[in-house]
């Protein structure tokens, strides 16, 4: 079986991480009927976390924008995990993103866009999702962006 | 066809405006299955937000239950323009209700009220939805409230 | 007809609740197809908070776990007087909470363990849930902390 969307991945120079396990009580990722839903991804790579920090103050936007897009590699590794192939996604229905913000800083839309724009180019239509972006003040160990993500399945 | 809950709009002294682009690269509104889901609102009055700054500091209460209205009004929007008309909405879901908040402001409920009274008094028993009420520290674009929307579609 | 995870609950020292009322203009709890949403739950004991101020701050972070407990029992009455039983419970799906946090404070996902714990001990593997874990700034009524929760209903 040919994996199409891990394949444009692997062109854009990404690979899909070993699924993040949960950092407390809970599950990474889940079913319910269609709906695929993640936990708060955070922006790990292996067992760091690749950002810490406020958005607008120790990190910059570009920062941030990276940070969501890790987050995002993180959630496509748990929605492959729950489906098999992320060729079973019909919708990235919605993305939650939360960014960990300096005061006074309002770029949360562009700091997820790191994560939206790599969902439409791997997905097409398919990809197009609603959101909330949101600033907080503080996130759970010290991380710059957590994502979650919820997604229609193919059948 | 008639337009039940649009005429009470009406009568009400609202209309629906067109409805406001996303603010990234993302889509406004979405349907899954039953359920249509909204990105986050923000109080867009045509192309300039109606209230920025922090509810009590900058902004008083009202204003905050202004601008919550005000999301809600676009986020029927949103939904018309997905659903073809709010008649056929079954149920108002839920209701996510975010106040960018000054420290120590902790009327996050009244301000929401603005919009959950709206929905309330357009679809009666349909209208009544649950809420997650937050208050934030900082807000895309600085936008003093932002409010995302779950419906339950007719058919 | 047997109610097993409230003789659970009753085994572990703990009671429900009568469902706390909305704090404002919405419902606690409400269905759509197979899925149960609750609206946002504060640490109410009866007519008071339990706990308020920020966790990191005025409150350890075992307090904080303490009221995410109180959230979850809350949630867990609202969630009976949907389905009429517990038994009804197919799977925690999804818990979002959200912890009034002081500055650098970083421990939401020990503090919602509190939470999350009762779940899967009380369920097993049906109560191993996603979810979302945030840091705001200022909370409804100053609680320390919200939780609301998504359930699959049996049938």
């Known amino acids: 079986?040919?994996?199409?969307?891990?394949?444009?991945?692997?062109?854009?120079?990404l690979t899909l991480p070993a699924p993040p396990p949960a950092v407390g009580f809970y599950v990474p990722v889940l079913r319910t009927g269609?709906?695929?839903?993640t936990s708060g991804q955070l922006?790990?790579?292996g067992k760091e976390l690749a950002f810490t920090g406020k958005v607008g103050e120790r990190l910059h936007e570009e920062d941030g924008k990276n940070a969501a897009r890790i987050c995002a590699v993180n959630a496509l590794s748990?929605?492959?995990?729950?489906?098999?192939s992320l060729d079973h996604v019909r919708q990235i229905v919605r993305v939650e993103g939360y960014v960990q913000s300096a005061p006074n800083?309002?770029?949360?839309?562009?700091?997820?866009?790191?994560?939206?724009?790599?969902?439409?180019?791997?997905?097409g239509d398919a990809g197009r999702h609603?959101?909330?972006?949101?600033?907080?003040?503080?996130?759970?160990?010290?991380?710059?962006?957590?994502?979650?993500?919820?997604?229609?399945?193919?059948?």
Do not use: Y
């Open 105 to 123: 800083f309002h770029g949360q839309p562009a700091v997820l866009n790191g994560a939206s724009e790599l969902f439409v180019m791997l997905f």
């Open 34 to 37: 269609n709906l695929v839903v």
């Open 130 to 155: 609603t959101r909330v972006a949101l600033g907080v003040s503080e996130m759970p160990l010290n991380a710059a962006v957590q994502l979650a993500v919820w997604v229609e399945a193919a059948d």
């Open 78 to 84: 748990q929605i492959k995990s729950c489906l098999g």
């Open 43 to 45: 922006p790990f790579m």
């Open 1 to 13: 079986m040919t994996h199409t969307i891990e394949s444009k991945l692997t062109e854009m120079g």
